[in-house]
C-alpha cells in the first residue's frame, strides 16, 4: 500500500482512535491539510494556535484520551508552545503535529522556518523531527505510546514538507519498542509492607490525594482505603473531583489557597500519605518548616518526583489505584475519632469566616457567583477554569463530585486557557454540560476563540467574573506591595456586545439576587451563552499562605468587618 | 561528593542534545561528560561525572531515564571500577629539560608524542589523581596548552555484566 506522508498522518490518527484534531493550516502544512479531506477525522479550524494546543489538552483532561492539535511551521508552530507547555506541567497526554520547511532548507532560516523540536526540547515528554517518509508511521506510533505511557505528557512530530509529499510502502511497525519508555512498575511488596507498618502505627494519619488520582482511576480504591483506615482526604487543586467533595472525610484543598484547617491538619498529622502528589511549591509553603511531625509515604509513578522537594520515609514508585488494591485488603480497620474531631473543630471556626455566611451587603461577590453556579448545576456539569482568583474561588466554592469535572490549568498557570479547553473539553463529552468559568483579564487573552465555538455551533456557556482587574495580581500588590496597583486595572469590552457579535447571547448580572435565575435561564437555552457578572472589584482570595511563607502561617478573612458591614 | 553514572543511549540526532537540556534545565552540576560508541551497534555510551551536592544523585539518574533515548543509566560510584581520564599537555620545555621532563612522565607511565623546539606534548592516561599528579609537577615549568577528555568508566570484574553498564 503506497501512501504519502500526508495520508500516513491521517491512517496514523484514524488507526490510534482520534476522531477529532484542532489546528490551523499554513504552507508547510498544507500538504497534510490536503489529504485530511480523505479521512473521517474531524478537524476544527481554530483561530490561533494556542487555543488549539489547549482544546487539544482540555479534550485530553475531559476524557482521558490522547488530544491532538496541528499546525503550520514557524509562526503556527511557535504558538503552540504555551499550550505545550501547560499540557507539559500538568502531565496531559497530547500529540503536536507541525509542518516544517522542505528538508533541504533546514537550518537556512527558510521562510516560515523555526527549530520547533529544539524550542520544545524542555516543554514535552519526546520530539521528533521526520525528514525520511519511511521513518514517518513509526515515529507517529511511537509518539502516542509515549504520551499515554507511564507519566503521561506532551509529543511534538515536526514533519517537513518533502517528507508529507513524499511516497512509500506503508508498513505498520506491530509494537513500539523504545528503550527508554518504561513499563509501569508494580508497586514492590517491601514498599507496601513498610507503608502498612506506618499505617498502622498511625493516630494522626491525613491522605494529600493528587492528580494522579484521576489519572490512574484510582477514586474507589482511595475511598475504600479512606473508609478502612478512617483517614481524612486532603485534596490537591488538581485532585478536586477524585474523591466526591460530598464524602465524609474529604476535607477540601490543600496549599496556598487551600482551607486554614486543612494546612494546619498537615503541619500537624504524625503520618502524610501522598497519592499521586508531587508536593509542588504551592501546597507545601516554606519546606523548611513543612509537616515536620510526620512520616511520610509517597505514592508516585515518575521516580523522578521522589525525594525532588520533600523527603519521604516510603517510596512507592508504580500505579496509585494498583498500589491502593493490594495495601488496603492487608490494613486492619481503624478509627480516627479524636483526630477527626480536631479536624472538625477548625471546619467550624472556618464556616463562620466564609463569605456565605456573611449578611448580604448588597455587595456581588465572585464567591456568590459560584456558589450559584454550583447550586444550579448540583456540581453536574464540567467547569473549565482559567487562572486567577475565580479559579481559586471555583475550586473553594464548586463542590466537585466526579473526577475529571474540573478541568485547570495547575502547574503553568495559563491566563487564555478556559476558552479553548472548554471547547475541547466539550467535544471529548458532548452530553455534559459545559461551563468556562474566566476572570475578565485572561478572557481576553483568547477570547477570539468564541469564534470557534460559534462555528463549531458548541453548547458551552461562559461566566465571565469581571472586577476590572487583574484580580489575583491586585491581590498581591494589596497585600506584598503597598496596594501600589501597577499595571492591574483593566479596560475591557463590553462582553455582552462581544458574544453578540459572535452570535452569543450575552446576559449582564450586578445583583446576588440575579445570578441563579440568569444562571437557570442560560442553562434551560441550548447554545452556547455568555454571562458577563460584575463583581466586587478588591475582593481577595482567602485564606492565602503568603508565597514561600510557612503552611499554617495563613492571611485569614478579617471575621467581624464583614459580619458589621 | 561526586558521582559518576553511566549510561547506554539510542545513538541518534539530538541525543547529547537532550542530555545536555536536561542538566541546563533542572540545574545539575556536570563535571564532565564523555559520549563515544559502546559495544552495541546504535547505541552510545555516555559517563558523567556529577556533584551530587545540591541534587541527589539519585535525581540526576531518575531524570536521564525518563529521556526516551536512554535506555539504562547506573551510577557506579560505590562499585569497583576502571577510570580512566586522558589528557595532552604541551609544556615549555629547553632542549637541555628534555631529559628531565621524559623522565617524570616516564614515572607516570605517560609518554612524549611530540617534541618542539621549546616545547613537547606529553599524553597521559589514568584515573583523575594521576592526571592531577603529573599536571602538579609539570606546572612549574608553564604548561602552554592542555584537553582532558573526561572520565570514562567500566565496573571490574565480576560486577560486570550484572546490568552495570557494561552491555544488555
Known amino acids: 500500500m503506497i501512501r504519502s506522508g500526508a495520508q500516513i498522518v491521517w491512517e496514523s490518527l484514524v488507526k490510534e482512535g482520534v476522531e477529532v484534531v484542532f489546528g490551523y493550516p499554513g504552507g508547510a502544512i498544507l500538504p497534510t491539510y490536503d489529504a485530511m479531506l480523505e479521512y473521517p477525522v474531524r478537524h476544527v479550524l481554530v483561530r490561533h494556535e494556542q487555543g488549539a494546543a489547549h482544546m487539544a489538552d482540555g479534550y485530553a483532561r475531559a476524557s482521558g484520551r490522547v488530544g491532538v492539535a496541528i499546525a503550520t511551521s514557524g509562526p503556527g508552530a511557535t504558538n503552540l508552545v504555551t499550550g505545550i507547555a501547560t499540557a507539559m506541567l500538568d502531565s496531559i497526554p497530547t500529540v503536536f503535529i507541525t509542518g516544517n520547511v522542505p528538508s533541504k532548507l533546514l537550518g537556512s532560516d527558510a521562510f516560515q522556518e523555526t527549530d520547533i523540536t529544539g524550542i520544545t526540547l524542555p516543554i514535552t515528554k519526546h520530539n521528533a523531527l521526520v525528514t525520511d517518509v519511511r521513518e514517518l508511521a513509526r515515529t507517529l506510533k511511537e509518539a502516542f505510546a509515549i504520551a499515554r505511557g507511564g507519566r503521561p505528557g506532551p509529543v511534538l512530530v515536526d514533519i517537513c514538507k518533502d517528507t508529507q509529499q513524499a511516497k512509500c510502502e506503508l508498513e505498520w511497525p506491530d509494537s513500539v519498542d523504545l528503550p527508554g519508555l518504561q513499563p509501569i512498575p508494580f508497586p514492590d511488596k517491601k514498599g507496601l509492607e513498610k507503608a502498612a507498618e506506618l499505617i498502622a502505627k498511625a493516630e494522626r494519619p491525613l491522605i494529600l490525594a493528587g492528580h494522579g488520582v484521576l489519572k490512574s482511576g484510582a477514586t474507589r480504591a482511595l475511598v475504600e482505603f479512606a473508609e478502612k483506615t478512617d483517614t481524612p482526604i486532603a485534596m490537591t487543586l488538581l485532585g478536586l473531583g477524585g474523591v466526591p467533595a460530598s464524602h465524609p472525610l474529604n476535607l477540601g484543598m490543600m496549599g496556598m489557597h487551600g482551607e486554614a484547617y486543612v494546612n494546619s491538619a498537615i503541619q500537624r498529622a504524625d503520618l502524610l500519605l501522598a497519592f499521586g502528589m508531587r508536593f509542588d511549591d504551592r501546597v507545601t509553603g516554606n519546606l523548611a518548616t513543612y509537616a515536620k511531625a510526620s512520616k511520610k509515604v509517597h505514592v508516585e509513578i515518575d521516580p523522578s518526583e521522589v525525594g525532588k522537594n520533600v523527603a519521604v520515609d516510603v517510596a512507592i514508585v508504580a500505579d496509585l489505584r494498583a498500589t491502593l488494591e493490594a495495601l488496603t485488603p492487608a490494613l486492619d480497620p481503624a478509627s480516627h475519632q479524636a483526630w477527626r474531631d480536631e479536624i472538625g473543630r477548625g471546619q467550624a471556626e472556618t464556616r463562620t469566616r466564609d463569605i456565605l455566611h456573611q449578611p448580604d451587603n448588597g455587595h456581588l461577590y465572585a464567591a456568590h457567583v459560584i456558589h450559584d453556579l454550583w447550586r444550579a448545576t448540583r456540581g453536574d456539569a464540567v467547569v473549565v477554569t482559567d487562572v486567577g482568583q475565580h479559579q481559586m474561588w471555583e475550586a473553594q466554592y464548586f463542590a466537585h463530585e466526579d473526577p475529571r469535572s474540573l478541568i485547570t490549568s495547575g502547574g503553568l498557570g495559563t491566563m487564555g486557557f478556559a476558552l479553548p479547553a472548554a471547547i475541547g473539553a466539550k467535544f471529548a463529552r458532548p452530553d455534559a454540560e459545559v461551563w468556562v468559568i474566566a476572570g475578565d483579564g485572561g478572557f481576553q487573552m483568547t477570547q477570539a476563540e468564541l469564534a470557534t465555538l460559534q462555528q463549531e455551533r458548541l453548547d458551552v456557556k461562559i461566566a465571565v467574573v469581571n472586577n476590572g482587574y487583574l484580580g489575583m495580581v491586585r491581590q498581591w500588590q494589596e497585600f506584598f506591595y503597598d496596594k501600589r496597583y501597577a499595571a492591574t486595572p483593566m479596560l475591557s469590552p463590553d462582553f455582552v456586545k462581544l458574544g453578540e457579535a459572535y452570535g452569543i447571547p450575552g446576559h449582564r448580572v450586578t445583583k446576588r439576587a440575579e445570578v441563579l435565575d440568569t444562571v437557570n435561564r442560560v442553562r434551560a437555552t441550548p447554545g452556547p451563552a455568555l454571562i458577563d457578572f460584575r463583581v466586587e472589584k478588591e475582593e481577595a482570595v482567602y485564606p492565602m499562605v503568603p508565597a514561600g511563607a510557612n503552611l499554617d502561617a495563613m492571611i485569614r478573612r478579617p471575621v467581624s468587618e464583614e459580619v458589621q458591614a | ?168
Open chain 2, 1 to 168: 561528593m561526586k558521582h559518576t553514572l553511566v549510561a547506554r543511549v539510542q545513538d541518534q540526532p539530538g541525543v547529547l542534545n537532550r542530555v545536555a537540556s536536561l542538566f541546563r534545565r533542572r540545574a545539575f552540576n556536570i563535571d564532565s561528560l564523555t559520549v563515544g560508541q559502546s559495544e552495541v551497534p546504535g547505541f552510545s555510551r555516555m559517563t558523567f561525572v556529577v556533584d551530587a551536592a545540591r541534587v541527589p544523585a539519585r535525581l540526576v539518574e531518575e531524570n536521564l531515564r525518563k529521556l526516551i533515548p536512554v535506555a539504562e543509566v547506573h551510577d557506579v560510584t560505590h562499585v569497583p571500577t576502571v577510570d580512566r581520564d586522558l589528557a595532552l599537555i604541551r609544556v615549555k620545555c629547553a632542549p637541555g629539560e628534555r631529559g628531565e621532563i621524559a623522565g617524570l612522565v616516564d614515572i607516570f607511565r605517560g609518554k612524549v608524542v611530540d617534541v618542539a623546539a621549546d616545547s613537547l606534548i606529553v599524553e597521559l592516561a589514568g584515573d583523575a589523581a594521576k592526571l592531577d599528579g603529573l599536571l602538579e609537577l609539570l606546572k612549574p615549568r608553564g604548561i602552554l596548552e592542555m584537553v582532558r577528555t573526561g572520565k570514562v568508566a567500566m565496573v571490574r570484574g565480576a560486577a560486570a555484566g550484572n546490568g552495570n553498564g557494561n552491555g544488555n
